[in-house]
């Protein structure tokens, strides 16, 4: 059977996080910067005060917003033939997520990112088994500064059939993403046909600031997969305790959840988590603790609890090298996200509080992520995998090196084959180098590079996402 779904919540502490986080939208409510859809919630029932932007949302609108949210939703590759279902039980590993800078393998050296560098990490991340959604890497610096997402974007269709996954603040960057998402799909409805899925953030404490709500607004009208993805921090955004912080951020879920589906009611959504403490001590945010990891199982139950999808951040790590720190805390920290049962776990490739990324721990990653999903697979009992009959058959002092039922589950997914991990003894290890994970890692991304996907997107589509790029950079200058 599956591996159990880890908990870290009794039933009773669900709901006292939930009756806390429907007091708190009733009661105070979440300052909105955006008249529309201060006017949207002043139509439909919520109790609206313009004077200080603020809506209180009545439990009533809670609980009907709640009830129209898709349990599951299809997310497709740019072809149509990789088809995903979010929300089957299934857990999915993407890679990215707006990272700034990359640590280059010729020079071991941190620098800025590049456009090129978000081709390659597009390219790998298609090669690679363990994952299955492809998130923006970087946001490269060498690109118009207020355009860097809708490019980052534009060379991921450009060099992966995958899903992809993307977050922005803006209201006119999501826009140009949606028209790529058009040009992709090659047709003007992309609600039946989504090949990503939108981020979007509120603003800790119960703030929605206009360009992030009004592209709330956007992506639910188009019917685009939506992550609600708040990012309070304890003692900073959100109360200086565990439950304080989960409550703080499910609060700002549900009023993304009444907002998105006020819009369009069925709107795809995903309960979206990015859990953050704070060291008080060395004054800096921290995302690979061992409250964030507690906090990435909480976060899929209170899912669990509204019947939603989910999602988490992993394999993260706070360390600013490829190191033993690094192993540890990613490993921890998907463990607890895979194996709560998250549908979407998004941060292969990145390290260093989320602000670096390199191929090689891309690479890493989908090591972790292939060892950890195939620990949630579980153990499949059945007759033939029990294997009676050729034990019977092998008897006392045989081997079974030769029997059909070993050649059978020989490459049969049975036992997870390693990629860069050192398997090898002593001996054999010391003949080949004596590498470490890292350098096989470097030559697995020589290797897959050379390997890259030629399936390369059409050049008539390729032309037109450059004018939606042109187009956004001229309105720049107005």
């Known amino acids: 059977m599956q591996l159990q779904n880890m908990k870290v919540l009794s039933d009773s502490e ?8 429907v007091n708190i939208l009733e009661n105070t409510g979440v300052m909105i910067y955006s008249k529309k859809v201060l006017d949207l919630m002043d139509a439909k029932g919520a109790y609206v005060d313009f004077g200080s932007r603020t809506a209180r949302i009545p439990r009533s609108m809670v609980e009907k917003a709640l009830k129209t949210v898709p349990e599951t939703f299809r997310l497709y590759g740019r072809d149509g033939k990789k ?7 299934i857990p999915k590993c993407a890679s990215g997520h707006n990272a700034i800078f990359i640590v280059d393998a010729g020079t071991n050296e941190r620098r800025s990112s590049t456009l090129k560098d978000v081709e390659n990490f597009a390219a790998i991340s298609d090669k690679l088994m363990d994952i299955d959604i492809v998130g923006v890497p970087v946001m490269p610096q060498d690109v118009t500064p207020k355009a860097t997402l809708i490019y980052a974007v534009k060379a991921l269709y450009e060099n992966t059939d995958k899903p992809l996954y993307f977050s922005t603040e803006s209201k006119a960057v999501n826009a140009a993403i949606m028209e790529l998402m058009k040009v992709v799909a090659g047709k003007n409805s992309i609600s039946e046909y989504p090949t990503a899925i939108s981020q979007l953030s509120p603003t800790s404490p119960l703030t929605w600031e206009d360009g992030a709500v009004e592209a709330l607004l956007d992506v639910s009208e188009h019917g685009v997969p939506l992550a609600l993805l708040p990012e309070p921090i304890t003692g900073v955004s959100a109360p200086y305790t565990v439950a304080g912080l989960l409550t703080m951020h499910n609060t700002e879920v549900l009023s993304g959840v009444v907002i998105s589906q006020l819009v369009r009611p069925g709107t795809p959504l995903m309960y979206g988590s990015s859990w953050t403490t704070y060291d008080m001590k060395f004054t800096n945010a921290i995302i690979g603790s061992p409250e964030t990891s507690m906090l990435r199982i909480a976060g899929r139950q209170m899912a669990g609890y509204y019947h939603m999808p989910s999602h988490t951040t992993a394999p993260n790590s706070d360390a600013n090298a490829h190191d033993e720190q690094n192993s540890w805390e990613k490993t921890i920290s998907n463990l607890c996200a895979i ?3 998250n549908d979407v776990v998004v941060n292969s490739g990145m390290f260093a509080t989320g602000l670096t990324i390199s191929l090689e721990q891309l690479v890493l990653d989908d090591e972790i992520n292939g060892i950890i999903r195939r620990l949630h697979r579980g153990i499949d009992v059945n007759p033939d995998t029990i294997g009676l009959d050729v034990i019977k ?14 050649l059978e589950y020989l490459r049969s997914g049975e036992f997870r084959e390693v990629k860069v991990s050192n398997t090898k003894n002593h001996d054999n290890w010391l003949a080949s180098g004596a590498p470490d994970v890292v350098e096989n890692a470097g030559k697995q991304v020589q290797k897959l590079l050379c390997e890259r996907n030629k399936n390369w997107l059409e050049q008539e589509k390729v032309n037109r996402m450059t004018d939606i ?3 956004f950079e001229k309105t720049l200058c107005c």
Request: hydrophobic share 35%; net charge negative.
């Open 14 to 21: 669900i709901n006292q996080v939930h009756e806390a986080s």
């Open 83 to 89: 088809v995903f279902t979010i929300g089957d039980g």
């Open 339 to 341: 194996c709560a049962g």
């Open 393 to 406: 058959s092998v008897g006392t002092s045989g081997n079974f090196f030769m029997e059909d039922h070993t």
């Open 469 to 471: 790029i042109r187009n």
